[in-house]
């Protein structure tokens, strides 16, 4: 009956002056009880704002909170820098040695950031556009010679391999970009054993000492001025 107050309803008579107080109470107590099966299978209301947070996660969170500080107590060594510095090393970095300085990892960079654009990664360069690095005598020869061409750039034609270029090498030195002895001295020697070339490296004393004996010149080299000063080998 319950189930269907409706069926219920159609063999009862309509609520009426000649019924008995009973029979009234009977069926107001009926329509209570559907009025309140239709209101229990309603959804609450969706409110606006936060809903309180579940007690057993409020204990999560304070146990944890505790266990951290008791952890931090701990382990925290009070905060001392020799113990949390990442670089830190017995004896308070006295027998730190510096890193070795890397003339060929120095240079692998330089020759990607400043070089590999014309010459190409591989140093292979671009026929009649840009001379190659890779088996040029430029690069594995004079070393007098390669570090002028650092220092001051190259201008006209050339001949590299049996290929003719005609273009502008820009300089290194005091006439360019600025670049110092250990600059120069890492991108020489890295290009002298890079991309298949075997060629003994070139120290930044060598480097120091053209840069002095070309101190007057201001101007990029042609490959004639070069080759009278050092002949191909
Ligand atoms: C803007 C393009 C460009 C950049 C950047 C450049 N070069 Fe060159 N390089 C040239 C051109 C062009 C020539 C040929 C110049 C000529 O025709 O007289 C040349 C010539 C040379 C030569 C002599 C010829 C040969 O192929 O051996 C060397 C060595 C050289 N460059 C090394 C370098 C190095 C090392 C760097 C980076 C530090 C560098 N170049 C950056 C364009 C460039």
Known sequence: MADNPHHSDKHRPAPSDHLSEIDRAAYGDD?????????????????????????????????????????IANHSAEFRYDIYDPDWKPGFGGDQTAAAWDPIKKGDRLFKNNCAACHQAEG???????????????????????????????SGPIDVLGTEYNGN??????????????DIHAITTYV???????????????????????????????????????PLE
């Open 31 to 71: 329509s209570i009880h559907r009025i309140h099966q239709q209101l229990g299978r309603e959804k609450e209301e969706p409110t606006e704002g936060f809903s309180q947070i579940p007690i057993v996660l409020l204990f999560l969170f304070g146990a944890l909170v505790f266990w951290g500080g008791i952890y």
């Open 124 to 154: 292979q360069g671009v026929p009649g556009v840009f001379p190659p690095l890779a088996g040029s005598p430029y690069v594995v020869g004079s070393e007098d010679r390669l570090v002028k061409i650092l220092l001051r750039g190259l």
């Open 169 to 182: 090498m820009p300089s290194y030195g005091e006439n360019g970009l600025g670049w110092d002895d250990r």
């Open 192 to 230: 002298r054993q890079a991309f298949g070339n075997e060629a003994p490296p070139i120290t930044e004393e060598t480097v120091a000492r053209v840069r002095g004996e070309i101190a007057s010149k201001s101007t990029a080299w042609s490959a004639d001025e070069l080759l009278s000063a050092h």
